[in-house]
């Protein structure tokens, strides 16, 4: 072989394994283009229906369309149904509630923002927003919303707290799979980022702590969750604060090839009380890759 012919030939090679490399290490971004299904920052004519619907345990609807990015709510996207606030063991909602709010927002201009609260714990006090009976629950999925916790609850030792997660289905009966975010604290209250993916709360699969990155109080932070939907070892999950990386796992981000079921956004449940949050500029994307 000729010396030239022998250096395309090696050329030809090298871009070839960068480019198997590349569709291991991230299948999604050569399989689809990135396809925005949802944004909303609650303005406009954004608002909570007050009525309780019978024999829904409570769900209260969103509503409205969003007057600067023309998305309807509720969420209803993956063929998701009855998207909603659901109220849990909530004492006729003094345990916990909901409104819509208007205050700074993340880049100093007001806004409006999904306001929660936590008073007191009866059993599993809680107030997510849940996209509920997702049809679509295979797809690779980008999340991103903006956050801000109160410092009332937040340094209390041993606390935990969490605010978003979603589960596969039959998950309840201890064949799925959920994927959850925590806000731990240390003996000391020191907070401090917890990441898991588990088969039931007692029995996590992966765990990641982050002592590195400071938990903000009072303050507005940006989240970002992107997971590759597989029962295999191209499975993906990672979590972003900030544009900084809290945890990433790469592995199965499922169960018995269960797909996800229901996505909780926003949730307000854990150990200490009172405590409060806002939630604004939820974006959700099909095939967008965390970079």
Not at 96 to 124: K, R, S
Not at 213 to 226: C, D, H, Q, S, T
Request: glycine share 8%.
């Amino acid at each position: 072989m000729k010396k030239g012919v022998k250096i395309r030939f090696l050329v030809a090679i090298i871009v070839l394994g960068l480019l198997f490399s590349c569709e291991k290490e991230s299948p999604n971004l050569l399989n689809q283009e990135p396809v925005l299904l949802f944004k909303s920052g609650f303005e406009g004519d954004v608002y909570i229906d007050s009525i309780a619907y019978e024999g829904n345990e409570d769900y209260r609807y969103i509503r409205g369309t969003d007057a600067e990015t023309g998305y309807t709510w509720p969420i209803n996207i993956l063929g998701a149904e009855n998207s909603a606030l659901h109220y849990v063991d909530d004492d006729n909602h003094k345990a916990v509630f909901a409104e819509l709010q208007t205050i700074i927002g993340h880049n100093g201009n007001q806004t409006v923002a999904l306001y929660l609260q936590e008073n007191y714990n009866i059993d599993v006090t809680q107030c997510p927003y849940e996209i509920i009976d997702i049809k679509e629950g295979t797809k690779d999925l980008y999340i991103r919303f903006w956050m801000k916790l109160d410092s009332v609850s937040l340094f209390e030792p041993n606390m935990w707290r969490t605010f978003f997660e979603w589960k596969s289905k039959d998950y309840a009966k201890g064949r799925g799979f959920r994927l959850i975010s925590f806000i731990y604290t240390d003996d000391d209250g020191i907070p401090y980022w917890h990441f898991q993916g588990d088969k039931n709360s007692e029995h996590p699969i992966w765990e990641i702590d982050n002592k590195d990155i400071k938990v903000p109080a009072n303050e507005w932070f940006l989240n970002e969750f992107y997971w590759h939907w597989s029962e295999g070892e191209d499975g993906i999950t990672s979590w972003k604060v900030n544009e900084q990386l809290i945890g990433e796992y790469h592995g199965a981000t499922t169960r018995r090839g269960k797909p996800i079921d229901f996505i909780m956004i926003g949730q307000i449940y854990g150990n200490v009380n009172p405590k409060y949050q806002w939630i604004d500029d939820i974006e959700i994307w099909s095939g967008k890759y965390l970079n």
